[in-house]
């Protein structure tokens, strides 16, 4: 009995190919992904966050409270659990909600935290 074994071998080459092209691909999509700076917002103010008891938590020594719906995103924007971060004193960019609970807060890398930001003393000091 005569079996065509070409079109399998051709059908498993181009998946071979066709995955191997899709993953250089992802791979360099994240690479491009990586060397793009974050933008914060104008609003967003710089600081030591440290997480004591979520939700509660202290910016440059000073008691606050993550809002209900707050988001902290690591060095490389993916969303961190707060619990994780409990003790650790972190240079970030924050923003408030309108009740005064931490909303938003952007772990920062070295050269992020090298570029001159507002932070809240400052901005109180600049209302007066």
């Known amino acids: 009995m005569n ?7 051709l059908s498993r080459r181009h998946a071979v190919v066709l995955a191997l092209g899709l993953l250089g691909a992802g791979l360099v999509t994240q690479a491009m992904a990586q060397n793009q700076p974050r933008i914060f917002p104008a609003k967003a103010l710089r600081g030591t966050l440290v997480v004591t008891q979520p939700p509660i938590v202290t910016l440059d020594g000073k008691a606050a409270q993550l809002s209900p719906g707050a988001r902290i995103r690591g060095t490389n924007n993916l969303l961190l659990l707060s619990g994780g971060l409990v003790n650790q004193p972190l240079t970030v960019n924050y923003t408030l909600e309108p009740h005064g609970m931490v909303h938003d807060v952007w772990v920062l890398t070295e050269a ?7 932070t809240a003393a400052s901005a109180a000091a600049a209302a007066n």
Do not use: D, Q, V
Not at 3 to 9: A, G, H, K, Q, V
Not at 112 to 118: I, L, S, T, V
């Open 3 to 9: 079996r065509c074994t070409t079109l399998i071998f």
């Open 112 to 118: 992020e935290a090298a570029e001159k930001r507002h």
